[in-house]
């Protein structure tokens, strides 16, 4: 074979292995939101924070991208919207989700900071900011 034509091959497998990057990572874990929130990595956890007008859902995964258990773990969250700041307890329940309900309205500005101690671990904190 001519030097150009093996080029030529080295630069397609390069390109398909490049292609093929992305899935291949998307089979030991998804990055993803599952439940329509938004995903921070965070230590050694992946959490997934659901936020809707009074209410927070927190999604705990390990870094393999399976859910944690979270009964007992310690979780709280201040939510910064419309120039006030509402701290929420998120306590576990039964579904193994941290939930928390408070006076706040999430939109686009809204600032979250969740505050996550999971059993073993130290404590773990998260900002997200809605746009």
Known sequence: MSKQILVTLAGL???GALAAAPVLAGE?????????GIVVESGHH???IVAKDGTLEV???GEDGKPENVQKA???AAVLSE???VD????PDPSNVLR????????????????LTMPGHEPEQMRVRLD
């Not at 030991?28 to 329509?36: E, F, L, V, W």
């Not at 929420?88 to 306590?91: E, G, K, P, Q």
């Open 74 to 76: 310690k979780a709280s």
């Open 46 to 48: 992946h959490v997934e």
């Open 28 to 36: 030991q874990h998804s990055h993803n939101a599952m439940r329509g």
């Open 83 to 85: 120039g006030k700041k």
């Open 59 to 61: 999604y705990v995964a």
């Open 13 to 15: 497998l390069l390109a």
């Open 88 to 91: 929420v307890a998120l306590m």
């Open 100 to 115: 928390g309900s408070g006076s706040f309205k999430v939109g686009k500005g809204t600032t979250i900071v969740v505050t």
